[in-house]
């Protein structure tokens, strides 16, 4: 009885709050909106089922929805009251991703084949020509080339590349064993070059492609999964030692070398210097984060419309200005949360390439939230990524919710046993 009531005791908490957050919106505004309040009910109603679907059919944890639910409604609250039009399409994409998080769950378990040995190349094959449409047609936003547009709508390739690397990277942990080495003839001399060094190479053209786009926080995350992966499964120290002094080199070259990531550097080191320029918007996230003291200065009742890219970017100074650095450490923790439950899920399976996607995915979650909070307040320098589940973004909030329909389908236990069950035939 305690265990029921622990589970929804989150839930009540979480529908509560998004009574409380939709009922916000429907007031913001002089003149009501009810289309808002029928999609928030409808949001309300979608939450409501997809736990339940979770609860009593025993599609396995209980608390990754929840958590990451709470997270978009915080996002949602603060989107619209930033700018009602884009909340409004927020909430659409937020339907959207809960739907595509039941669909990703299903697809998963009913399809246990994403493990086999064949699609081990087919994942970075797809990643290289998903950058290779970037690059050729992409447009630039921001100064990085990582955005296409089909039938109208712009899509983030770098969102659905990230998955496929983590599936190529469980998929050689899986197969590592069996992987051939390559075999070279130069100038009458054999050369067998090992899988884990195929891998590697195969992981940082995924970084050199990003770092062609100038998407330098996307190339940075790749390279904290990769290295995180190879520290986890790994115990070939020379193997790491080189990737250290491969990635050490990298940045102190882009540093060097690099005029934007110069100009990166000196605003982190001393914003103060170009406040009007350059360093305005770290500035007035730095002044927003401040200005909202322990409890915030209340929801509407600050200005973090000031900051450029304030629903995107910089959407966690937002948070802290109006809901307080109490508010805004409730959010840090519920993304602990999140990665502790993500891991907790990994340290079950002993298949090798779901354990390896579980941690994949949440490590992934845990360094996108450390590297865009971090440079939001100063902690490291800016990078253009986006807050998971509560930045504005179509594309970033349906690819988290896919990543999390797949952890939760990993949870469990389906896919796996599936998975044996096939292979035993």
């Given amino acids: 009885m305690d265990s029921i009531y622990n589970v929804y005791k989150p839930f009540r908490m979480v529908m509560f709050f998004n009574v409380l957050a939709f009922t916000l ?13 029928a999609w928030g009910i409808g949001i309300i109603l979608l939450i409501f089922g997809v736990y339940v679907l979770i609860k009593w059919r025993h599609w396995g944890d209980e608390y990754l929805f929840l958590i990451s639910s709470m997270l978009v409604s915080i996002g949602l609250m603060m989107i619209y009251r930033l700018d009602p039009d884009i909340g409004k399409r927020q909430i659409v994409w937020f339907a959207g991703g809960a739907s595509l998080f039941l669909l990703s769950y299903l697809i998963f378990n009913l399809m246990p084949m994403w493990n ?5 190349y087919i994942y970075p094959a797809a990643s290289f020509l998903l950058f290779t449409l970037t690059l050729a047609y992409g447009r630039r936003i921001g100064g990085a080339i990582n955005w296409l547009s089909i039938a109208g709508i ?9 998955l496929l690397f983590i599936f190529f990277t469980a998929s050689y942990y899986k197969h590592r064993e069996s992987l051939k080495a390559l075999s070279l003839k130069i100038k009458g001399n054999d050369f067998r070059i090992k899988s884990i060094y195929i891998y590697g190479v195969l992981s940082y ?3 050199g492609f990003l770092v062609l786009q ?17 520290y986890i499964f790994e115990s070939n120290l020379k193997f790491m030692l080189a990737n250290v002094f491969f990635a050490g080199a990298g940045s102190l070259g882009g540093i060097l070398f690099l005029s934007h990531i110069q100009t990166r550097i000196d605003i982190w080191l001393n914003p103060w210097a170009d406040i009007s320029g350059k360093g305005y918007q770290i500035t007035q996230s730095l002044f927003a984060i ?10 509407g009742l600050g200005s973090p419309e000031l900051i450029p890219e304030v629903h995107t970017d910089f959407i966690f100074s937002a948070i802290c200005e109006e809901m307080g650095i109490f ?22 399976i002993n298949d090798i390439f779901y354990k390896a996607l579980a941690l994949g995915i949440s490590i992934m979650i845990g360094f996108q939230t450390f590297i865009i909070i971090g440079g939001v307040v100063k902690m490291i320098p800016l990078t253009g990524i986006t807050l998971p589940f509560i930045s504005y973004g179509g594309s970033s909030l349906i690819s988290s919710f896919i990543a999390l329909g797949i952890l939760q389908a990993i949870s469990s236990g389906k896919s796996i046993q599936m998975e044996e069950t096939h292979e035993g035939e």
């Fill in 154 to 162: 712009n899509i983030q390739p770098l969102e659905v590349i990230k």
């Fill in 327 to 348: 508010g805004g450490t409730g959010v840090i923790l519920l993304y602990l949360l999140l990665v502790y439950r993500g891991i907790k899920i990994s340290l079950k």
């Fill in 214 to 230: 100038r998407e330098w926080g996307g190339a940075l995350l790749f390279f904290l999964i990769y290295f995180t992966l190879l």
């Fill in 290 to 299: 401040g200005s909202g003291g322990f409890f915030g200065t209340g929801i």
């Fill in 205 to 207: 053209i995924h970084m």
């Fill in 116 to 120: 086999s040995k064949k699609l081990y």
């Fill in 25 to 37: 919106m429907f007031l913001h505004e002089d003149k009501k909106d009810f289309i808002t309040l």
